[in-house]
């Protein structure tokens, strides 16, 4: 077994591996799939200036060319803010930004933008043939709800070949084949309002689970507040405390934790067949799907 860790994207990423294959080998893996957070943090923060994200968002009404860093993940989270009808819309970052969720969590930068009121993805447009992005208004995109599941997948995708690893990014994880006594991994689910606790324990194999939770970031001047917003009202859902959404990948759970606050994303969810566990505020669980 080997476990490493490394911090990416404002959280503590950690793998671990156990396989019978050189050390070397897994050590390489490890690394190569540590870099595709790397990359994926370049291309899609919204923090800093110099993310390829937040340069393309400099060029209103201009074919953009983007890399596969940033175009998947946003090409996937359009899919579902058209799936959604707009409950989910990677253009609420300036509204974030608003909210004072906009502080580089290593340079302390605050970022301070310029964003047309009445904007919404339908303002942006992915051209697939020649790989560009165009947006209409003056914007900035947000892809907190799919980048790290993203960038765990890409580090799946690193080490398949092994016999069981998980990619762990603050709690957002795949699990992938069995742990080291050949059993289903046993994942814990935070408490809500313990952080050192866990509440529930679930199996999975190959599968992903990711978990948004309204305690996670709240708003420092109004506790109603946090970061998870209806892109049309602008205010926080507070029907639950954490929403785990259980996918085949993890930038589905990823998108579904997030959208899943809402009753109406829970219903796309149900459609979609997807698990999940929710915990509302007087600590009752509620679980959908076999889990």
Not at 36 to 64: D, I, N, Y
Not at 245 to 261: K, N
Request: hydrophobic letters at 40%; aromatic letters at 8%.
């Amino acid at each position: 077994m080997m476990k490493k860790t490394k911090l990416y994207m404002d959280t503590v990423v950690e793998i671990e591996v156990i396989s019978r294959k050189r050390v070397e080998k897994i050590e390489d893996k490890i690394e190569r799939a540590f870099t595709t957070f790397k990359k994926v943090e370049q291309a899609c923060s919204r923090f800093t200036t110099s993310s390829e994200l937040m340069q393309a968002c400099q060029k209103v009404g201009t074919p953009v060319e983007i890399s596969p860093f940033l175009y998947e993940p946003l090409f996937f989270a359009l899919e579902i803010a058209k799936l959604t009808d707009g409950l989910f819309d990677p253009t609420i970052g300036m509204v974030m930004e608003e909210e004072g969720f906009n502080r580089h969590y290593l340079t302390g930068e605050r970022m301070q933008s310029i964003a047309d009121e009445f904007v919404n993805y339908k303002d942006i447009h992915l051209n697939p043939e020649t790989r560009t992005l165009t947006i209409t208004r003056p914007m900035v995109i947000d892809l907190g709800a799919v980048a790290k599941g993203f960038a765990i997948d890409l580090a799946v995708n690193e080490l398949k070949e092994f016999e069981g690893f998980i990619v762990n990014a603050g709690g957002d994880l795949f699990a992938g084949g069995t742990d080291a006594k050949l059993n289903k991994w046993k994942i814990g689910i935070q408490h809500p309002y313990q952080k050192d606790q866990i509440i529930e324990m679930i199996q999975i194999c190959n599968e992903a689970i990711c978990t948004s939770g309204s305690y996670e970031r709240v708003n420092p001047l109004n506790k109603n507040r946090h970061h998870i917003m209806n892109p049309k009202t602008k205010i926080s859902p507070n029907e639950c405390l954490s929403c785990s959404i259980i996918a085949p990948f993890a930038m589905m759970a990823d998108a579904f934790s997030t959208v899943s606050f809402f009753p109406e994303g829970q219903l796309v969810m149900e459609e979609l067949e997807l698990k999940g566990l929710f915990i509302t505020p007087e600590l009752q669980i509620k679980r959908i799907g076999e889990i």
